[in-house]
């Protein structure tokens, strides 16, 4: 690690080896690119089990990109729905606001 005096701010630099075929990998790191390695047991929320993540690791960009609009496609279709159940029952009073009070 190299530090710099500059004025009022200090440079740090880190030299890192890069592996051979890493400009393939964006120039990440070995680290850096096993990081995204697909787990077991992970939170079903994790980007990791993106299939437009997976195929996007995998190279095949168009077929990443179909995925990602079909789930973004998805995604509003499901807000969509539920904002008109929400307008429905805010609509029939089936929802009113509580006020609830501090307790000291």
Not at 85 to 101: A, T, V
């Amino acid at each position: 690690m190299i530090y710099v005096r500059r004025r009022r701010y200090v440079v740090c630099g880190i030299f890192v080896n890069y592996s051979p075929g890493a400009d393939k990998y964006y120039d990440f790191t070995e680290f850096a690119c096993q990081l995204n390695e697909p787990e077991a047991g992970v939170a079903p929320t994790d980007s990791r089990l993106r299939p437009d993540q997976r195929l996007m690791e995998d190279g095949r960009w168009d077929e990443a990109n179909t995925e990602k609009c079909r789930l973004e496609d998805k995604q509003r279709a499901a807000k969509k729905k539920r904002d008109a159940e929400l307008e429905k029952i805010q609509s029939s009073g089936g929802i009113r606001k509580i006020r609830i009070k501090k307790l000291v």
